[in-house]
């Protein structure tokens, strides 16, 4: 199975402050990549696919970049309705997900 | 409107069987995969089962394989998780969510609310 390590596990940061966070793959796995995020009590929303793609109604703060088998997702400047969890999960084969960053207002 | 409505969980002892449904509504429901997603209470998410679009073809990971079972009622636009052989480590709050066709790229698009299951004696 591929592993995607994703960090930090949790970040506290200020509101208008760039976020960014990461995920490693333990194989090659292309732009075979999603992010998610998960508000506090609610399910997981589609935020990026195919590594850097923003999927529909998604704010342009949000974006995602790749060097390798490292992923990235970076929040140019936060807002309170950002704050919540975020997961990676890789679709090159059977899905598997990052261990998730919580975000939280410092 | 794309909706995914979970049924069917609760309280089950371990070794017992529970079933599933989520009723799908507001897109061509046999046009696409299906999936089911867990979530351990305070922990990340794990992938469960993904079944094709006519039902012939079903994925799962070692840790559910021979003891959970998905279908789907493409006429009912449903999709169901027959979970047999219950254990405590299967409690989660059980999303079904659908795979979504990005040129390629197959994410998890739509989510369900999600259904609890807890398995304790």
């Known amino acids: 199975d591929i592993q995607m390590t994703q960090s930090p596990a949790s970040l506290s940061a200020s509101l208008e402050e760039i976020v960014t966070i990461t995920c490693q793959a333990s194989?090659?796995?292309?732009?075979?990549l999603a992010w998610y995020q998960q508000k506090p009590g609610k399910s997981p929303q589609l935020l990026i696919y195919?590594?850097?793609s923003l999927a529909d109604g998604v704010p342009s703060r949000f974006s995602g970049s790749r060097s390798g088998t490292q992923y990235s997702l970076k929040i140019s400047r936060l807002q309170v309705e950002d704050i919540g969890s975020y997961y990676c999960?890789?679709?090159?084969?059977?899905?598997?997900f990052g261990g998730g960053t919580k975000l939280e207002l410092k | 409107e794309v909706q995914l409505v979970e049924s069917g969980g609760g309280l089950v002892q371990p070794g017992r069987s529970l079933k599933l449904s989520c009723a799908a509504s507001?897109?061509?429901?046999?046009?696409?995969?299906m999936a089911w997603v867990r979530q351990a209470p305070k922990k990340g998410l794990e992938w469960v089962a993904t079944?094709?679009?006519?039902?012939?073809?079903?994925y799962y990971p070692d840790s559910v394989k021979g003891r959970f079972t998905i279908s789907r009622d493409n006429a009912k636009s449903s999709l169901y998780l027959q979970m047999n052989s219950l254990k405590s480590e299967d409690t989660a709050t059980y999303y079904c969510a659908r795979l979504g066709n990005y040129g390629g790229m197959v994410p998890f698009d739509y989510w369900g609310q999600g259904v609890m299951v807890t398995v304790s004696s």
């Open positions: 194989q090659d796995i292309g732009n075979w």
């Open positions: 999960q890789q679709a090159h084969s059977n899905p598997t």
């Open positions: 507001g897109f061509t429901f046999s046009n696409y995969y």
């Open positions: 079944i094709s679009t006519s039902g012939s073809r079903t």
């Open positions: 195919d590594a850097t």
